[in-house]
């Protein structure tokens, strides 16, 4: 009888299997990169809703690599928010998976598409059942190298250009990130995060925490994009393929950035007021700074783009809040956020895909020649917006209450004005992209290829219904195990040494 | 001490060299001598005085032994470092092929 | 606790406007399978339409602010996209500034629901009941506030309504910134001022300030208009001022006219859309220039559009004069208060009642009456508008004039039998306090002696003709204006003079650049920020890295403060 925590090095295991297989025999057989690359993230999402129910039944799960005992081996823990993260990464992974089948026909080397992909999958996945700090980095680097290589996958100009910004960018904010490890680990001799957060408890503070705390914020934020550490986004997020900047904007910055800062800040370290302000104040300022820029934006991709660092900042806004209710509606946005930005990257590919152009000046009238596609965009652009009763209202919604509720009448006005100006700028992508007058240019344009148009229906249908996500019976699965371990704070130590081995 | 303050000064020469040199390759030497520095810092900080090397054997007592275990966390970081040195580099070439300059400020048809 | 009334509820002013909201949905959907014939699409125009019906009765009758808002910001998408149906140039642009500004103000909804939530725990709307004395409820009460007046048009939210009035098809028009748009609008209104927050003076004054200023500023717009569609736009927004400003008296009387008012303005408002958008399908085209003599062509249509038009310009005996009555006396009760404002607020409301009537005038003469285009003119017009349209105007089909004179009617019962029906059924049952009239008009009286006015007048005129006229063409120094075109009589220009006098010259100038537009001013606002914003992104590596090393500086300094 396999003990039921061995399904946590699955998710890095599965996905680096997949990666291998392609790499290596992909090349000769055409069809292997599809065929396997769905597979393994169908498995994927698969064995996250299982991991969901045994969080649900069983409660938290731990796995120690190697069979050494905690805290001296690399432990792998499965708690709420892990499963939470692992259902959104290996969602979104798999509807990319799905468009990607048609839309990379475009570029050659499919195989060495599908690698990195699944490179990055296991990254990310590693990254969130990671219960040792320095694994956590190891695995985040997986990621990152792969999506520099992902993001230079075109390889012509701007694609290079945005990489290399990406690259050395996203190398410094690492180097932070080391540097704030070996601080920690100086202080506290140990990696694993729950004996960490044990003896950062009986200790003292000290500079070194604050010093720790700036690194890691500055790091952690370099990677979730946070103004002022966001500028590489919007030149690195479009220059991808489309179903790369669905992944990097849906699930690497969060899985990289936000759902680190959460576990760090709030299971390890311990959130405090300051510190709590502080990722308010971050959030604030992504939130207005980037949909202002994204508003006078005339590149499909790099409006969204911007919009994913001003949706970000709702994110970090309710997380930041540290009440029950906006870590909820956080959490919610975070997921809802992955769920809409993907499509609408989706559906950026899919224009592209069809017409040739990222130029929302030369589109028009989309809407007649791709019903499917301006329909999903529709759908996708009302829920970032915050309109009812897609999934984005309902988070914003929380999101705005729980920062009433706090006390924060400030930021609460900074999110409704926000989320009015996103509402003009989709209202400004649906009218020069999919409205008004059909173009003479676009006449022979056809709607895109079966299996893009399943993975971006399937996610509208998501954006669509994610409201339900919010009745209680569901949200008890869902939403309530993973704000309850950002809730109980560094209590997180004992729930982790006490797990299931 | 003083030792820990090389470092520091290894660390800002490396940032130094990415937040002012205009040329990309040296950028990305700016980055592996700061990387190094970390590196660096991480082996200092597992030092012991008069420590020796973490062998254990029955003959000798374990005292006053360096830790190992950043030695073996240095070795991962390294390797990362080369990886994403590896992929800088080339990105770096291709640059030049496409935009033909090594200068970074002339690098910049992505912005607003 | 029982489901239904944690969510719906069904009172006696729910039950009025869901009534009132079904019987417009019909009329519109009747009118519709006239007009939209041979439009693309029309199975998604007809889904919009059903599923704004189910929204709105939604919004009317829940019970829950969350799902209230729900129901209410879904009706603002509707807009957006029944908008969009528009044929017009600009039909996505304004269709784009409707949802923006309505949508906006959604937003700050939300703001005001979650500061109520703050201050009651709970969002039931029956329990919420709070007092205005703290900064923090005025603004819960502002937020909520805004939302009502974006919806029905209340200035300064209002620019989205004249645009939409014009590139909007005629009964998406009608249905939504006419009719359903402003019993939504003002029902939330007197919801949330009625029983949800016990309203202040303060609050009441800058209600009513809103309204008058709203009448004036509005109908001042209209007269100057070159557009059918867009003059009973800007009418739509006038006529929301009696509304709020009927509400703001905060007397039953006032409160009670208010209502009743946003019942009758969805009457003729919509009455004079309908006849509006039958003479745009036959003609063509809503500019005032090119229209008029369509009395001859579409005598249905003149005659419902005539009886709605002195509907809103509130001659008596119709139903506009009827609620208009009962806001000047709640406003003559206002006195009593102390404040010596009221005066203003009654001369802003006759004054946009005058004025309402003058632009009535020059509407009717430019369409129905006055001389018609010649024909070789209307058919070169009919053939750039896609030569949809028949060879020869014709009175417009059944299933349009059928909605028409049902609201004509309804104009002319609710009116004359204004305490019997209306005001008895729907409106009283629907407020709390007892109404008191202390002007008296009996309107059944009334109609009695002008009908017998009208029949002596008719006497006399038929008496009269009996020695002889002659009927000729109308000429000018001996010319006769039907053989030149560009010497016609339009109309168009009748109020083009109170343009230059000033200061209205340079207020209609700044109008006219959009100044007072809340819309453009933001996104001039805007795109201010995003030029600043757009030139700091100057794609160069160094300047990004040094944002973020200053960063981690100012975070440094942050916390070892």
Not at chain 3, 6 to 12: C, G, I, M, P, T
Request: hydrophobic fraction near 55%.
């Amino acid at each position: 009888m396999i003990a039921i925590s061995h399904i946590i090095p699955l998710f890095v295991a599965i996905s680096l299997l997949g990666a291998f297989i392609i790499s290596i025999i992909g090349k000769r057989l055409k069809w292997i990169p599809d065929v396997i690359g769905n597979i393994t993230t169908l498995i994927l999402l698969g064995l996250s809703v299982l991991a969901m129910w045994t969080i649900v039944t069983k409660g938290t799960l731990v796995y120690s690599v190697g069979s050494w005992k905690l805290p001296i081996g690399i432990a792998l823990v499965l708690d709420g928010l892990t499963a939470f993260m692992l259902i959104t990464v290996n969602l979104i992974a798999f509807s990319v998976s799905i468009y990607s089948i048609s839309y990379m026909e475009r570029f050659t080397s499919k195989w060495k598409f599908y690698t990195l992909f699944l490179l990055m999958v296991a990254g990310m996945n590693g990254v969130v059942v990671s219960g040792d700090i320095f694994n956590l980095f190891v695995f985040l680097e997986i990621a990152s190298v792969a999506s520099y290589a992902l993001v230079a996958f075109g390889t012509e100009r701007h694609e290079l250009e945005a990489a290399f910004k990406y690259t050395v960018m996203s190398s410094v904010g690492s180097l932070f990130l080391l540097l704030g490890i070996v601080f920690l680990y100086s202080y506290t001799s140990t990696l694993n995060m729950a004996d960490m957060a044990n003896i950062l408890a009986q200790k003292s503070a000290s500079n070194i925490i604050i010093m720790v705390i700036v690194l890691f914020i500055t790091g952690f934020g370099l990677k979730a994009a946070l103004v002022p550490f966001h500028a590489w986004l919007p030149d690195a997020h479009p220059s991808a393929p489309a179903p790369i900047s669905a992944m990097l904007s849906g699930v690497l910055i969060k899985s990289l950035g936000i759902y680190t800062l959460c576990r760090i800040f709030y299971n390890v370290i311990g959130i405090n007021p300051t510190l709590s302000s502080i990722l308010m104040i971050l959030g604030t300022l992504s939130m207005v700074i980037g949909v202002f820029l994204a508003i006078g934006q005339w590149d499909f991709k790099r409006l969204l783009a911007y919009h994913s660092i001003s949706q970000i900042g709702y994110v970090i806004l309710g997380i930041g809040l540290g009440t029950p209710l906006g870590i909820i509606g956080g959490l919610f946005h975070l997921f809802n956020h992955s769920v809409f930005k993907s499509l609408l990257f989706l559906n950026s590919g899919a224009v592209e895909y069809a017409t040739g152009t990222r130029d929302l000046k030369k589109m028009g009238g989309l809407i007649a020649k791709m019903p499917v596609t301006g329909t999903t965009s529709l759908v996708a652009s009302m829920s970032i917006a915050g309109i009812p009763p897609f999934n984005g209202f309902w988070s914003k919604l929380i999101i705005i209450i729980a920062a009433v509720q706090a006390n924060r009448l400030g930021y609460a006005f900074w999110a409704v004005l926000a989320s009015i100006l996103t509402l003009a700028s989709f209202t400004k992508v649906m009218k020069y992209a999919f409205f008004g007058k059909p173009r003479k240019r676009w006449s022979e344009v056809k709607e895109v290829p079966i299996f893009m148009k399943l993975a971006m229906v399937t996610l509208a249908i998501i954006c669509v219904i994610g409201g339900v996500l919010l009745i209680s019976n569901i949200n008890q699965i869902f939403l309530k195990p993973a704000s309850d371990v950002l809730l109980e704070g560094t209590k997180y130590a004992d729930i982790v040494f006490k797990g299931i081995q | 001490m003083i030792i820990y303050l090389l470092c520091l000064m290894l660390f800002c020469c490396g940032l130094y060299c990415i937040l002012v040199k205009r040329n990309i390759i040296k950028i990305i030497l700016g980055i592996i001598i700061a990387e190094y520095a970390v590196n660096l810092f991480f082996i200092l900080v597992a030092y012991r005085m008069e420590g020796r090397a973490p062998i254990l054997s029955s003959e000798v007592e374990i005292v006053n032994m360096v830790d190992p275990l950043p030695q073996a966390l240095v070795l991962t970081s390294i390797v990362i470092g080369l990886a994403t040195t590896t992929l800088l580099v080339a990105i770096a070439m291709r640059i030049y092929e496409k935009y033909g300059t090594f200068d970074i400020t002339k690098i910049k048809e992505l912005k607003g | 606790m029982n489901l239904t009334t944690q969510f719906f509820k069904f009172d006696n002013l729910s039950m009025f406007v869901g009534i009132f909201i079904g019987i417009f949905f019909l009329l519109i959907i009747i009118y519709s399978f006239g007009f939209m014939s041979q439009k693309k699409r029309l199975i998604y125009y007809y889904s919009y339409l059903i599923l704004t019906f189910i929204s709105s009765l939604g919004a009317v009758f829940s019970n829950n602010l969350i799902l209230f808002m729900v129901f209410w910001g879904f009706l603002g998408l509707l807009l957006y996209l029944l908008i969009g149906f528009g044929q017009t140039e600009h039909a996505s642009y304004t269709a784009k500034k409707a949802f923006i500004i309505i949508g906006g103000t959604d937003a700050l909804m939300l703001l005001g629901l979650a500061i109520i939530w703050q201050l009651t725990g709970s969002l039931q709307m029956d329990r919420i009941n709070i007092t205005l004395n703290t900064k923090i409820a005025v603004l819960a009460y502002m937020c909520l506030a805004v939302g009502a007046f974006a919806k029905a048009g209340a200035m300064p939210f209002h620019t989205w309504v004249p645009d939409t009035a014009q590139d909007a098809p005629t009964p998406v028009t009608a249905f939504f910134p006419a009719s359903l748009d402003k019993l939504l609008g003002i029902y939330f209104l007197a919801r949330i001022s009625l029983y949800m927050f016990k309203m202040s003076p303060a609050l009441n004054t800058v209600l009513m300030m809103i309204g008058s200023f709203t009448i004036v500023a509005a109908v001042m717009m209209a007269l100057v208009q070159h557009d059918l569609k867009k003059l009973l736009g800007y009418h739509a927004v006038s006529q929301v001022g009696y509304m709020v400003l009927g509400i703001g008296t905060g007397n039953p009387i006032g409160i009670a006219g208010g209502l009743f008012h946003m019942l009758n303005n969805a009457i003729y408002k919509s009455c004079l859309f309908l006849s509006g958008g039958a003479v745009e399908k036959e003609a063509g085209t809503t500019d005032l220039e090119k229209l008029g003599g369509f009395a001859k062509i579409m005598p249905i249509s003149f005659i419902t559009f005539l009886i709605a038009s002195l509907a809103i310009s509130g001659v008596p005996p119709l139903n506009g004069f009827a609620s208009k009555w009962m806001i000047y006396q709640g406003i003559i009760k206002t006195a009593g208060n102390g404040s010596h404002l009221w005066i203003i607020w009654l001369i802003a409301a006759m004054f946009g009642s005058a004025l309402t009537l003058a632009s009535f005038m020059k509407l009717i003469h430019a369409v129905f009456l006055g001389q018609s285009v010649n024909e070789k003119f209307l058919s070169n017009q009919t053939s750039m508008n896609g030569g949809v349209i028949n060879n020869k105007p014709r009175e417009a089909s059944p299933a349009m004039w059928i909605p028409q004179v049902f609201l004509a009617v309804l104009c002319v019962i609710f009116g004359v039998f204004a305490y019997r029906i209306p005001l008895k059924m729907f409106i009283f049952p629907s407020l709390e306090g007892k109404v008191e009239f202390f002007g008296i008009w009996n309107a059944s009286l009334a109609t009695i002696l002008i009908i017998v006015g009208i029949i002596v007048g008719v006497i006399i005129y038929f008496l009269g003709t009996i020695t002889k006229t002659r009927e000729t063409e109308a000429f000018i120094g001996g010319e006769i204006l039907e053989k030149q075109t560009n010497m016609r009589v339009s109309g168009t220009e009748f109020y083009d003079t109170i343009k230059d006098i000033t200061p209205l010259d340079t207020i209609y100038k700044l109008a006219e650049r959009k100044v007072f537009d809340i819309y453009d001013i933001g996104t001039k606002m805007t795109f201010g920020f995003n030029k600043i914003l757009s030139y700091l992104h100057n794609g160069i590596l160094l300047t990004y890295l040094s944002w973020c090393l200053l960063g981690m500086i100012i975070l440094f300094y942050i916390l070892l403060r």
